[in-house]
């Protein structure tokens, strides 16, 4: 790794790197120590569990600058990838999932998908997220209290929610879940995670085969009938893009509703603004994605020519990390950042990320949010934390910051 730009005083040591990834002192808050690292106009050097280097990005603008630059390379086959997870980098450079890829590959794959996800064709998906959230707090509710939000709500919306979408039968869902558990944790091995992509992408293989032959109304079908019957992509290539589609989609929302509603049971100010006025709602989601930032490390990248940064430079070749939460806990962009304010006027948050890879499921992220938690305080207003959220066991080795468990009471 070469030397950041500005370069250190003549004689003075370069600091220690510092190890990373960091853990969260409370489950609401990126890692304190990025706060420190904002001071400083020059990113901060990290060592990774690969052993490799990486820079760390914290300021909301250079988190910015280096995400749309065209110099910032997702290609997890570079060596300077910065891979944080135990064989992500090689699982990913072999299985070369769209997110990570660079133009033409990714602008080719993403225009495949991105008409699944607009805003029109996502709010005809309204009615049936209700049903499916209402199904399951009705599950929720026929369990003893304490039971738990993760396992027994968010988990069996957001892998229903998606599944649907996919077309993934519902027979197959208790399997999908399995699944998805093993691969998405970074205290799984290498072996583990290989397992469990064979697992998924046989079961995709089977639905690819079974959709060519009787096509349905899902994303999958028109995959298979348009672009793979056209010939524009392999079957290969189809395996891992619906795999991470499968993935992405079912990861952020399953730690992202357990950790909202908690949020709002910690801040019943909030939650009662809410009460009185449900079209504060969608803000509220951007708000609690800003806030909460769960895919903090997960824009992973390296710079193939120099990327100009306000105060220092991001050296050609080298790794680095941009790190949402910090950015969407920067004071020079959010003030009071650390306040949690549904009524906060500013969306401009990057919790679903920015420049090319930007969350081509946001506007579902958002929706499947917004029923989720309101249709919770809905039906279950006196719903309740029924453990301390700092005593809560953490997912802190995995992609996406989450709670292994929430149990509440009503
Ligand atoms: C619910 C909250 C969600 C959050 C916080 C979130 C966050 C993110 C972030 C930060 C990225 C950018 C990664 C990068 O730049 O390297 C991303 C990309 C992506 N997300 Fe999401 N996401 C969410 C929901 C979803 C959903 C519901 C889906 C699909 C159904 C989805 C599918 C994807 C895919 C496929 C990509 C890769 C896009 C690309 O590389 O062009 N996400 N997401």
């Not at 190890?19 to 001071?39: H, I, K, N, T």
């Not at 820079?55 to 110099?71: C, G, I, M, N």
């Not at 079912?250 to 949020?263: D, F, G, Q, V």
């Not at 920067?330 to 950042?337: E, L």
């Amino acid at each position: 790794m070469t030397a950041p730009v500005p370069a250190p005083e003549p004689g003075s040591a370069p600091p220690e790197p510092v190890e990373f990834p960091l853990a969260r002192s409370c489950p609401f808050s990126p890692p304190a120590a990025y706060e420190g690292m904002r001071g400083s106009a020059a990113p901060t050097r990290a060592t990774i569990p690969s052993g490799k280097e990486a820079w760390l990005l914290t300021r909301y603008d250079d988190v910015r600058a280096a995400l749309s630059h065209p110099a910032s390379s997702s290609d997890a086959r570079h060596p300077a990838f910065p891979a944080l997870g135990k064989g992500e980098q090689a699982v990913a450079a072999e299985l070369r999932p769209f997110i990570r890829m660079d133009p033409p590959d990714h602008t080719r794959v993403r225009r495949m998908l991105v008409g699944e996800f607009t805003v029109r064709r996502v709010r005809e998906m309204r009615p049936e997220i209700e049903r499916v959230c209402a199904e399951q707090v009705r599950h929720l509710l026929s369990l003893p209290a304490p039971a738990d939000l993760v396992g027994e709500y968010a988990n069996r919306v957001s892998t229903t929610v998606i599944c649907r979408l996919l077309g993934v039968p519902l027979e197959d869902l208790e399997f999908f879940r399995r699944i998805t558990t093993v691969s998405g944790s970074r205290s799984s091995t290498e072996e583990e995670v290989g397992a469990a992509l064979a697992d998924l992408f046989g079961l995709i293989g089977r639905l690819i085969d079974e959709k060519a032959a009787d096509p349905q109304d899902d994303l999958i079908s028109r995959l298979v009938t348009g672009p793979l019957a056209r010939g524009e992509i392999t079957r290969r290539s189809l395996l891992s893009q619906i795999g991470i589609t499968l993935n992405a989609g079912h990861e952020t929302s399953r730690n992202m509703i357990p950790l909202a509603a908690l949020a709002l049971m910690e801040h019943p100010d909030q939650l009662a603004l809410l009460r009185e006025d449900p079209s504060l709602w969608p803000g509220a989601v951007d708000e609690l994605l800003r806030y909460l930032s769960v895919a903090d490390v997960i824009t992973l990248r390296v710079a193939t020519e120099d990327i100009p940064l306000e105060g220092a430079t991001i050296p050609a070749g080298d790794g680095y990390i941009a790190l949402l939460g910090a950015a969407n806990r920067d004071p020079a962009a959010f003030p009071d950042p650390g306040k949690l304010d549904v009524a906060r006027p500013q969306r401009n948050h990057v919790a679903f990320g920015y420049g090319a890879h930007q969350c081509v499921g946001q506007n579902l992220g958002r929706l499947e949010i917004e029923v989720a938690l309101r249709t919770l305080f809905d039906q279950v207003p006196a719903l309740r934390p029924a453990v301390p959220p700092q005593d809560l066991p953490r997912r802190s080795a995995s992609a996406i910051f989450g709670l292994e468990e929430v149990p509440v009471s009503w």
